[in-house]
């Protein structure tokens, strides 16, 4: 067990035991992934600061549900992304649809520079994401969020690790299809 | 169309990946911290009354029950009493449900409104209690 872990474990006991103020450990410990999470769903600071709130409050009303079996960030992570996606059902984030991004970058009126378009392009894949069906958008945007780690992903997706893999591969099947003009510009750098 | 090669496959990847990180405001812990101190002091919510509403609901159960058997029992003799319409010229009359006379439905209808009256006043009750 890492001394995150430990940490973790021993500050869930003193809460439990009536020291509520042992909670804020597990608050500097998990606000920035939880944060960031958050983001990746809503893309709005404001908003995902205050999904993370709520995130940890249910975590410390559920704190006695926590069974050791897992680690508590998985845990965690598991009740922040159902919390976040039953938010995102509530309120939908504002996507734009996938037939609106699927034009190339007007490059006439950039400077014509790599970095416009690695820029125009890398918003357009995030966008394109964004405008996925929400399994498919969830299941990617916990994939990398988790650093493409399958495992802890459909654990926080509270899902098999094979129904994750087919839903990313559906996911960017379906990304393939809309975005080929986008992954068509030229790669200057290896001209 | 055109296919994803492996490279546009590992440049997804690289793109999604690399998402910009945020990092939390500078008041965000304190204003986790008071909510659940909020949280902590207030009063744990009130429980389901069930002792005090038991009886309300073992009445409504039983009025529910003889309402449905009382119903059946009504078309169960409805069923009987009705002969089979041969002739299509003349259009059927519907029979009386109740074959009893005016007294018995209004004993019924009175009963009715005795349940509804001392449901409200039971819950009325309950309510003010809490």
């Not at chain 1, 508590?72 to 159902?82: C, P």
């Not at chain 1, 734009?96 to 970095?115: F, K, N």
């Not at chain 1, 986008?182 to 790669?187: C, E, I, T």
Request: glycine content about 6%; hydrophobic content about 45%; charged content about 25%.
């Amino acid at each position: 067990m890492n001394a995150s872990a430990t940490d973790d474990q021993a500050d869930v006991e003193r809460v439990l035991a009536g020291n509520i103020a042992a909670f804020e450990g597990i608050v500097q410990r998990w606000q920035t992934p939880l944060v960031n999470l958050a983001y990746r769903f809503c893309h709005d600071r404001g908003r995902s600061e205050d999904m993370a709130q709520e995130a940890f409050l249910r975590a410390y009303r559920g704190l006695g549900q926590w069974r050791k079996d897992a680690v508590f960030s998985t845990w965690l992570f598991a009740l922040a992304t159902n919390l976040y996606r039953s938010e995102l059902r509530r309120i939908p984030a504002r996507t734009v649809s996938l037939e609106d991004i699927a034009e190339p970058p007007d490059t006439r009126i950039s400077d014509g520079g790599q970095e416009d378009r690695d820029y125009d392009r890398d918003l357009a894949v995030r966008r394109g994401v964004g405008a996925l069906p929400a399994k498919y958008r969830e299941a990617l945007t916990l994939f990398y969020f988790h650093d493409m780690d399958i495992g802890t992903a459909a654990r926080s997706l509270g899902l098999p690790e094979g129904t994750l893999k087919a839903r990313l591969f559906r996911g960017r099947e379906i990304l393939r299809g809309k975005l080929p003009q986008l992954l068509a510009v030229p790669h200057l750098k290896e001209a | 169309m055109r296919r994803l090669t492996e490279h546009d496959e590992a440049e997804i990847n690289s793109i999604l990946s690399r998402e910009d990180e945020i990092l939390p405001s500078s008041g965000f812990t304190v204003s986790v911290m008071d909510a659940v101190r909020r949280e902590a002091a207030a009063p744990p919510p009130i429980p389901f009354p069930w002792k005090r509403a038991l009886p309300g609901l073992v009445v409504a159960g039983l009025a529910l029950s003889l309402i449905l058997v009382g119903g059946v029992a009504a078309i169960a003799r409805l069923g009987k009493a009705t002969t089979p319409q041969l002739s299509m010229s003349m259009p059927p009359v519907p029979p009386p449900i109740f074959h009893g006379d005016i007294g018995a439905a209004a004993i019924w209808t009175v009963l009715a409104l005795l349940v509804a009256f001392v449901s409200v006043k039971l819950s009325m009750r309950v309510a003010s209690r809490m």
